[in-house]
């Protein structure tokens, strides 16, 4: 019966060793930009606040634990900018995540926030 128990459990214990992942928050922005601004002319009342979210990643895979690259902050700050047509992000967040198994994983970085676009 014991051996039964232990053999059923294996699988469980096989994905628990193999699968790993975790997620770190880099930080909370107040005002977020990889472009230059000109911060005289910015005022928060003129900026469109919405509550639209604007989100950009940057992904790099991990296969058989080698991964392919780095991801890169930047990238990810620009594609939340470019996604929603923004000069900047206002109440943004960085997180780094990470997630492996035996043969593939990903690493990136997530950026997210609110969009102040450009007239």
């Known amino acids: 019966m014991k051996i039964e128990s232990v053999v059923g459990s294996l699988p469980l214990l096989c994905a628990c060793l193999f699968l790993t992942g975790c997620s770190h928050n880099l930080g909370d922005f107040t005002l977020l930009s990889s472009k230059n601004v000109?911060?005289?002319?910015?005022?928060?009342?003129?900026?469109?606040?919405?509550?639209?979210?604007?989100?950009?990643?940057?992904?790099?895979?991990?296969?058989?634990?080698?991964?392919?690259?780095?991801?890169?902050?930047?990238?990810?700050?620009?594609?939340?900018?470019?996604?929603?047509?923004?000069?900047?992000?206002?109440?943004?967040?960085?997180?780094?995540?990470?997630?492996?198994?035996?043969?593939?994983?990903q690493a990136k970085y997530v950026v997210e926030g609110t969009p102040v676009r450009r007239n």
């Open 38 to 105: 000109n911060l005289a002319d910015f005022s928060n009342a003129k900026a469109e606040q919405t509550s639209e979210k604007a989100r950009g990643v940057d992904t790099v895979h991990i296969i058989l634990g080698f991964p392919t690259g780095a991801p890169n902050l930047k990238t990810a700050v620009d594609r939340a900018l470019e996604a929603k047509n923004a000069y900047m992000l206002t109440n943004a967040r960085m997180t780094y995540k990470y997630w492996s198994a035996l043969i593939y994983g």
